[in-house]
């Protein structure tokens, strides 16, 4: 492990957070941030969206480590800090949606390391969710899953969803795969996008957060996805959503006004998981846990409690699977 920058001016998360570089196996290069190191309670395992990087999740660590947890948080191949992928830095871009595992037993390697607090949690988000659900069901080393806004699918009409089939596979046949989504560019999305019509949160001053940390350090950010990411997440979430869930308790955020991910196929898979619960937040959007002030403390009081009650392998809080079923129903 070596140490890697991390920029605390713009996490604004606990104080003496800390930042290593890990190599995959595959020889790609990830970041991991660290804060609250010594925390009484256990370690969350933060998985990060598409877009997304160690730094905005200061926040996020700063509320855990008033409930005692050290929080974990990783760069994913081709963002961040991490390796880029292809000579277009802003592309996002992966060669195999499950290469991510990789990225995943790095972080695992670095908390072994660090010797970090037990029991190690879970929380992954949109793209994270993904990621952290494939791992789970593989066994990774955590008493509990928790996830915000998960994408166990991706939000599209009908009538795209077979276009984006067709055109994310067909431009790998074409040797275009590195091209962008159409609808997408290089540029990234919290620039580009007003604070009015965005699809992330409802709290102006935590969208003013995501633009003051992407204008002060632009290398942290991507824009769109390329074809071959679109491709790989299609098919990534495609075969999970024909596996079981994991045999681990499970709380999931999703709010009222989600837009981004696949709000069909999260309400099926928490109405089937044993121990699960499924949590929808009013007004909510893609970001439940960067929205209003209110909202943030309330939910990651609710994590905090689910963690707490997990730690001894028995979940705290959680409806009984027919409530799930009828709450998904209702939904």
């Not at 969710?129 to 009908?158: H, K, N, T």
């Amino acid at each position: 492990m070596k140490e890697a920058p991390l920029y605390s001016e713009i996490a604004k998360g606990p104080d003496e957070g800390a930042a290593w570089w890990m190599t995959s196996a595959d020889g790609v290069r990830v970041r991991v941030g660290l804060w609250n190191r010594t925390a009484p309670n256990g370690t969350v395992f933060l998985f990060p969206g598409r877009t997304e990087y160690v730094e905005k999740y200061g926040d996020a660590a700063a509320h855990f480590a008033g409930c005692g947890y050290a929080t974990l948080v990783i760069d994913w191949r081709g963002q961040g800090l991490a390796d880029r992928l292809q000579d277009d830095v802003m592309s996002g871009h992966v060669h195999h949606f499950t290469d991510y595992q990789m990225d995943v037993a790095a972080m695992v390697e670095a908390a072994h390391r660090l010797d970090l607090p037990r029991p190690w949690h879970l929380l992954g988000h949109s793209m994270g969710g993904c990621i952290g659900l494939r791992a789970a069901m593989q066994g990774l080393e955590v008493q509990s899953a928790a996830f915000s806004g998960p994408m166990w699918g991706i939000a599209l009409s009908d009538a795209l969803r077979p276009v984006a089939w067709s055109l994310s596979w067909s431009s790998r046949q074409l040797g275009m795969s590195h091209f962008y989504a159409p609808g997408t560019a290089r540029e990234s999305y919290v620039l580009t996008e007003s604070f009015e019509t965005n699809k992330l949160t409802n709290d102006r001053e935590m969208y003013q957060y995501m633009i003051n940390q992407a204008n002060a350090h632009p290398e942290l950010g991507i824009g769109g996805p390329s074809l071959r990411w679109l491709h790989e997440a299609l098919s990534e979430t495609r075969a999970l959503a024909r596996r079981p869930s994991p045999d681990l308790p499970c709380l999931t955020l999703l709010g009222s006004d989600e837009q981004i991910v696949d709000v069909a196929r999260v309400h099926e898979r928490m109405a089937h998981w044993p121990g699960g619960h499924l949590e929808i937040v009013p007004n909510g959007r893609h970001e439940t846990l960067m929205d209003s002030p209110e909202m943030r403390v309330r939910l990651f009081k609710q994590l905090c409690k689910f963690y707490l009650g997990s730690g001894d392998g028995n979940a705290s809080g959680p409806a009984p699977q027919a409530s799930v079923a009828r709450q998904a129903r209702k939904s």
